[in-house]
Nanobody, 124 residues
Framework: QVQLVESGGGMVQAGDSLRLSCAAA????????MGWFRQAPGKEREFLAA????????YYADSVQGRFTIARDNAKNMMYLHMNSLKPEDTAVYYC?????????????????WGQGTQVTVSS
């Protein structure tokens, strides 16, 4: 089972950019489809972006399309979420997740491994 650790969260102002990182422990990372999710207080976990094992295909939620970019570096066992033009409504705990099936998914239940999350707070 892969272990995931997010980092890079923090407090920023609206319009700022931030890059989140997800470090994966385990030799199977390069075979895993990955995703980013977030959860705000009182809300359900929300899909943001997903990427295939080789990084060749990506998929985004409408809410972040054009502002967020998912990427991975299999040589470093790392995944990233580049976030631009941040808004106060982007405030949430951000999670990376992994799934062992060869298809992109927006459903949190389809992911079997999760990080502990990193807090992103965007002030107006």
């Amino acid at each position: 089972q892969v272990q995931l650790v997010e980092s890079g969260g923090g407090m920023v102002q609206a319009g700022d950019s931030l890059r989140l990182s997800c470090a994966a422990a385990g030799r199977t990372f390069k075979y895993l489809f990955m995703g980013w999710f977030r959860q705000a207080p009182g809300k359900e976990r929300e899909f943001l972006a997903a990427i295939t094992d080789n990084g060749g295909s990506t998929y985004y939620a409408d809410s972040v399309q054009g502002r967020f970019t998912i990427a991975r570096d299999n040589a470093k066992n790392m995944m990233y979420l580049h976030m631009n033009s941040l808004k106060p409504e982007d405030t949430a705990v951000y999670y990376c997740a992994a799934r062992q099936y060869y298809s992109l998914s927006t459903n949190p239940g389809d992911y079997s491994a999760w990080g502990q999350g990193t807090q992103v707070t965007v002030s107006s």
